[in-house]
């Protein structure tokens, strides 16, 4: 069953608290993403990784840093969250770049 | 940097209805994909077409491609309302991560 997992779904936290949004993926995907989606702007990529610790800023990775320490696994850490960072982010794996498999997306809240 | 931008924003039709929407692109890319993203999910993949390609289809679905234009449309025949939905197409950068425009709402009423 090919499924791309997003934990937790929703989150609300403070200005300057820090954020760990997890995903996960069941098809040894070697490619992975974060994006963020905001209204009216779409999706945007804010870290690709290509495989086990091999990570790749996309357009906005500022105030964000990720991890990926299994295939299976790529999580998004925001060191001191702004509330600017409110958005709905979403995870994505990939086997060759041109079919992407998205997870269901974690709200996040930043007051 | 350079993305996909769908033409028309929101679209509101009766279902049984054809619908085409829109997407015009700035860089070179390799393959045009079409995702849709019903409410409170994420985008799945419809359809791809790929640069060689004028015309994919797919059950309801009919994507083209004009590269000497660099858009490309997708129409639905027969909308159901289980198509409602934000159509978003997307495009590579000659292999780096696709690049998604902005999306195009279809609202269809049973």
């Known amino acids: 069953d090919m499924k791309v997992t997003q934990m937790p779904r929703y989150l609300i936290k403070r200005m300057g608290e820090n954020v760990l949004l997890e995903c996960g993926q069941d098809?040894?995907?070697?490619?992975m993403y974060w994006y963020r989606q905001d209204p009216g702007l779409g999706l945007q990529l804010i870290y690709i990784?290509?495989?086990?610790?091999?990570?790749s800023e996309g357009d906005i990775p500022k105030g964000y840093r990720v991890s990926r320490k299994k295939r299976e696994h790529f999580s998004l850490i925001l060191d001191s969250a702004k509330t600017n960072q409110t958005s709905v982010y979403f995870c994505?794996?990939?086997?060759?770049?041109?079919?992407?498999?998205f997870g269901p997306g974690t709200r996040l809240t930043v007051l | 940097s350079q993305w996909g931008e769908e033409n028309l924003q929101a679209l509101s039709i009766q279902e049984g209805e054809d619908v085409t929407m829109n997407c015009s692109y700035k860089?070179?890319?390799?393959?045009v994909q079409w995702y849709r993203q019903k409410s409170g999910k994420g985008p799945a993949q419809l359809i791809l077409?790929?640069?060689?390609?004028r015309e994919k289809r797919s059950g309801r679905l009919r994507a083209t491609l004009d590269t000497s234009s660099q858009s490309s449309s997708l129409s639905i025949t027969g909308t159901l309302a289980t198509d409602t939905a934000v159509y978003f197409c997307?495009?590579?950068?000659?292999?780096?991560?696709?690049?998604f425009g902005t999306g195009t709402t279809v609202s269809v009423s049973p």
């Open positions: 098809m040894s995907h070697e490619t």
């Open positions: 860089t070179y890319t390799t393959v």
């Open positions: 990784s290509y495989d086990v610790d091999s990570n």
């Open positions: 997307a495009t590579d950068q000659g292999g780096r991560a696709l690049i």
């Open positions: 077409i790929r640069s060689n390609e």
């Open positions: 994505a794996s990939s086997f060759d770049n041109y079919e992407q498999y």
